[in-house]
């Protein structure tokens, strides 16, 4: 009898080991990930992390929405508050100038925010109304601007309901005062990103990937469906695979095949970016926390 329970007593530990196993291994099919690469959390100081963008130089730049602040991290490691009253900015992206390009939240509008803090605004209201709350957005090589514009209603907002009905997609031409729609069919648009003349975008309501061709006066042609996996902020790296954020970070070939899955010890991984020296840093804004991960690819060179 006490042989058998010691048997059983083996078996459970064996079975808690099994179900805990996929919630903390790294599962990297192709090799992307450095050898002996561990996840790092940098920091838990934040209330809520999100749009990572990183600068020509690797240092990253990040929002911390509740707390209306935009933080930078070095490449030496340290930390450094970038500016405060920052829009309650959501989704960043960097200029080939090295303005930060920021969905400000807080009016719902598109900043320009030179290294220095200066704020311009791009873009405030469409057609005379406001926009539902831009997200995210990703910066063509022209200076185009595509970005996502789904409705999450906020507690510091004094409205309570759309004044756009659709949840769109839209791109700004370079110096142009007003958007044009790129599409307005899916559910709720949330990241974007593109690469030469494709465009991603995760429609995070209806669980999918979706893959665009951009044609040359910037509106969007050929839509596909990429991955039946939703997901928040999205990014890619320099082999075409593509980065989705959401429960960890799982990464998909060029083909849409699944070949990497990154845990994330928080419940909800909102935006990742590559970033470093060397471009080879996968950074991860998760709650109130940000980490880290050594890769073997590097991220997309923009300009």
Not at 72 to 87: C, H, I, K, Q, W
Not at 125 to 136: A, H, I, Q, T, W
Not at 215 to 224: E, I, P, Q, T, W
Request: glycine share 10%; charged share 20%; net charge positive.
């Amino acid at each position: 009898m006490k042989r058998n329970l010691m048997l059983c007593g083996l078996l459970f530990m064996q079975l808690v080991v099994v179900a805990q196993q996929p919630a903390t291994t790294l599962m990297d099919s192709l090799g992307i990930m450095a050898k002996g690469a561990v996840l790092q959390k940098i920091s838990s100081r934040f209330s809520f992390t999100e749009g990572p963008v990183a600068d020509k130089a690797g240092n990253i730049y990040f929002t911390d929405q509740p707390n209306d602040q935009i933080w930078r991290y070095n490449l030496d490691g340290t930390l450094t508050e970038f500016m405060s009253v920052a829009g309650r900015s959501n989704g960043l992206d960097m200029d080939a100038k090295g303005n930060i390009i920021a969905c400000a939240d807080a009016q719902n509008e598109l900043w320009s925010i030179t290294p220095a803090g200066k704020v311009t605004v791009l873009l405030g209201k469409v057609d005379g109304k406001r926009l539902n709350g831009p997200n995210d957005l990703w910066i063509d090589k022209k200076g185009g601007i595509y970005f996502t514009d789904p409705y999450y209603q906020r507690k510091y907002w004094t409205r309570t309901e759309q004044e756009i009905p659709q949840q769109k997609v839209y791109y700004l031409p370079p110096g142009a005062k007003q958007p044009v729609v790129v599409t307005d069919e899916l559910v709720k648009p949330n990241g974007i990103v593109g690469d030469g003349n494709v465009l991603f975008v995760a429609d995070i309501k209806d669980n999918k990937i979706y893959r665009f061709r951009i044609r040359k006066d910037g509106s969007l042609a050929d839509k596909v469906v990429f991955a039946a996996q939703g997901a928040d902020g999205i990014t890619l790296d320099e082999k075409g695979n593509l980065y989705l954020s959401g429960n960890g970070v799982t990464v998909f070939d060029p083909q849409g095949r699944r070949i990497a899955y990154i845990p994330v010890p928080e419940k909800w991984t909102a935006n990742i970016c590559f970033g470093g020296k060397h471009r080879n840093l996968l950074f991860m804004t998760a709650g109130t926390s940000i980490y880290t991960l050594q890769m073997r690819v590097r991220g997309i060179k923009k300009f």
